[in-house]
């Protein structure tokens, strides 16, 4: 059974920083793409980063320049640097892969919550 965790959530002023992780385990055969997805009290769930196996990323454009995303495949690891931070980006923050695995699909992590206080 293939299982996400996340972690690296918490309370934080704006313009401070937080280092989100997320490790996927059980029978995973390969990666093809990770990323992170937030989602805020009464709006839907968002794109924030992600990247391919190939190295191409792509990000919101609310966070450019203020997130970065990182994987170690090896470690079935995908982080998620922010720093910056603003209220606006208070939110569950959940990690998503594109695995190939006995069923391969996407798989979610449970969220991790990032509040940024003003």
């Known amino acids: 059974q293939v299982q996400l965790v996340e972690s690296g959530g918490g309370l934080v002023q704006a313009g401070g920083s937080l280092r989100l992780s997320c490790v996927a385990s059980?029978?995973?055969?390969?990666?093809?793409?990770m990323g992170w997805y937030r989602q805020a009290p009464g709006k839907q769930r968002e794109l924030v980063a992600r990247?391919?196996?190939?190295?191409?990323?792509n990000y919101a454009d609310s966070v450019k320049g203020r997130f970065t995303i990182s994987g170690d495949y090896g470690k079935n690891t995908v982080y998620l640097e922010m720093n910056s931070l603003t209220p606006e980006d208070t939110a569950v923050y959940y990690c998503?892969?594109?695995?190939?695995?006995?069923?391969?699909?996407?798989?979610w992590g449970q969220g991790t919550q990032v509040t940024v206080s003003s």
């Open positions: 998503n892969m594109l695995l190939r695995t006995t069923y391969d699909g996407s798989y």
């Open positions: 990247m391919s196996r190939g190295g191409s990323t």
């Open positions: 059980g029978s995973i055969f390969s990666i093809n793409s």
